[in-house]
DNA sequence: TCAAACCCTCACACTTATGTGATGGTCAAG
DNA sequence: CTTGACCATCACATAAGTGTGAGGGTTTGA
């Protein structure tokens, strides 16, 4: 598929798809003409990228940790040297944290929300 | 406390904490001389600041979810507006999806990390 | 064959969260 | 009274993610 599929399928610009392969996050293979071209797969890894995106990570980040979530775990031992088995410790360890400020304020919010209806609802029954 | 002891208990630049003034995140109130002044309560909620911003939230977002975390739980219904309401439920959804996204990750880079020690134990056990 | 709809690269612009420095006021200790 | 350590505002700077448009090729269908 070229990059306008791809950018329907994941609602993500092209502009954007461009710049996650700058950064290093995806690599499309080219036809003759130049234009890129992407397989199935890449659908599923840009929601990945944007997902983590969203969720706060850099895209530094993002191009390191992304190579230990392929669905055929082959793990490369050569690539993992000390420094990087640390950086994803450290970076693992930050996304429980964020995990954990998540959903603490989530569920403050959502508690909030039902104290709200609890109270339009006595509000309602009681005027 | 003046801002420079609220930076350094919190890990927050002065800088930072005058812009989340500027965004209205927090309000000191001032000293006769116009210095801010802050109390210990202020320690806690830029700390979430920083928690809720770390996770990818905007302080346009931030601004508008802090109110409904006040400790004493009391509801003003006058700021509950019904676009309000809708405003937190989306809010509250995008961070369980964003809970969701982090959680996947996590675990794969967790599990990632406890496939390659695997291999290393085997790897210095089977020489 | 011509137009519409793609694609490419490049470049400038904006926003958000930050850093840094200039310029100047306040205050306490020597 | 001066020095050093605070504080204030203001302005400029930067990195990251993203939008937009210019200038120019390719493909496809009427």
Redesign the pocket.
């Known amino acids: 598929m070229?990059?306008?599929?791809l950018?329907k399928r994941t609602g993500t610009?092209?502009?954007?798809l461009?710049?996650?392969e700058e950064?290093g996050l995806i690599v499309?293979d080219?036809?003759?003409?130049?234009?890129?071209s992407y397989d199935e797969r890449f659908v599923d890894r840009v929601l990945q990228i944007?997902g983590l995106?969203?969720a706060g990570?850099?895209?530094?980040i993002?191009k390191q940790i992304l190579p230990c979530l392929d669905k055929p775990r082959v793990i490369h031992f050569s690539d993992a040297t000390p420094e990087m088995l640390a950086t994803l410790e450290r970076e693992r360890d930050r996304m429980t944290e964020r995990i954990a400020c998540l959903t603490r304020n989530r569920d403050a919010v959502a508690e909030y929300l039902d104290a709200v209806r609890a109270g339009d609802r006595q509000a309602a029954t009681t005027p």
Chains 1, 2 share one sequence.
């Open positions: 070229r990059i306008g599929e950018s610009s092209r502009r954007l461009r710049y996650y950064q499309a080219r036809c003759a003409n130049g234009y890129r944007r995106l969203e990570l850099p895209t530094r993002i």
